[in-house]
């Protein structure tokens, strides 16, 4: 593959679903440690931050697979031994291995972004917690409660702030801007879901509180640029930041391949990040691409064959499963740019 890569066909398929009735989108690709081509589209511009969901959730596992590196964290390590008070409700010998697997068997563990971003509050809501099945034994989407034991983890361990922690140990240092914990008043406008259906989002899902707690499960805030920035740093590590054997097996050893129960599909899951169909196969049928789709169709990926990395983020569709198809569409034909 030339560096110069051919990023018309995803141009035209994104300019195809404004005209059809999509607000906004933003497109970007990297290769080669860099991004090589990013467009907005609709009433986004190339500044537009999206909230993106659930595709937080690689960047602060990444952020553990930091201290993994460092030596400070071992994942075969019950969270009880380190996090004083979790191991109420039978959880004493869940490990860091099984919250990261999402095997951990609490997916429905409830944690507002307000307990959450206190640490005295979030410690007492996770030591409530129950099980809703023996750890190990199935895995589970755990929309939100496997994250902010990572977040605990991490600020336990490394003495500070997770969102601080991931902004200098990792976002900082291959040059993106401050991702999690950003307070309201500094996050502008942000493009999530459906203008029409904002209000309604805002008291029922509060997206602007999970930003500004920095919610690490979902509470990311970036551009379609960052997050294939990102991406490629997990792909050729520029900077140095992680430990080759730790990077490779986050990104490339599937520990979990029990059945995901919603997907129909075995779950594919590496210490943080899902390798191959998943998700209903959100990024086509490669066997070692690996990402994390969000909420609203977000999407991003790597392609470990062809060193390609793409982020398609969305606005202006509320339809649960539209999004999802655009953006497997989207993902399509990335994949071909490395063909």
């Known amino acids: 593959m030339s ?49 993106v969901a659930s595709a937080t959730k690689p960047i602060v596992s990444a952020a553990v697979w930091l201290l993994i590196g460092d030596g400070k964290l071992d994942v075969s390590c019950r969270v009880a031994d380190i996090l004083p ?3 109420a409700n039978g959880k004493q010998d869940v490990t860091v291995e099984q919250v990261m697997l999402m095997t951990a068997g609490f997916p429905d563990a409830p944690m507002t972004p307000e307990d959450g971003a206190d640490p005295t509050r979030r410690i007492a809501q996770m030591a409530e917690w129950t099980l809703e099945t023996e750890p190990g034994s199935a895995y589970a989407y755990h929309p939100m409660s496997a994250h902010w034991v990572l977040a605990a983890l991490i600020e336990r361990i490394a003495g500070q702030d997770h969102c601080d922690f991931v902004e200098q140990r990792l976002t900082g240092p291959i040059g993106l801007p401050r991702v999690l914990g950003i307070p309201r008043e500094a996050q502008g406008v942000v493009a999530q879901l459906s203008p ?41 590590d520029p900077a140095g930041l ?49 990402g994390w789709p969000g909420a609203g169709g977000q999407i991003a990926f790597a392609e470990p064959a062809t060193g390609i990395s793409v982020a398609f983020l969305q606005m202006g569709d509320t339809d649960p499963v539209r999004p ?10 990335a994949l071909q740019l490395g063909a």
């Open 324 to 333: 999802f198809v655009r953006g497997r569409r989207i993902s399509q034909l």
């Open 85 to 87: 008070g979790f191991g």
């Open 242 to 290: 992680f430990d080759p054997a730790v990077l490779a097996d986050g990104t490339g050893h599937v520990r979990c391949t029990l059945p995901d129960p919603q997907m129909g599909l075995p779950a594919n899951r590496t210490l943080g990040v899902v390798v191959g169909p998943g998700f209903g196969a959100t990024w086509g049928e490669s066997p070692t691409a690996f």
């Open 3 to 51: 560096a110069r890569i051919d990023c018309s066909a995803l141009a035209e398929a994104a300019e195809a679903e404004i005209r059809a009735g999509l607000t906004a989108c933003q497109l970007a690709v990297g290769y080669r440690g860099e991004v090589v081509w990013r467009r907005a589209f609709g009433s986004a511009d190339d500044d537009t931050r999206f909230w």
């Open 196 to 236: 029409a259906a904002d209000e309604a989002t805002r008291s029922a899902y509060d997206y602007a509180a999970k930003i500004a707690a920095g919610e690490p499960g979902g509470g990311g805030l970036m551009r379609a640029a960052d997050l294939a920035l990102f991406y490629q740093t997990l792909l050729h």
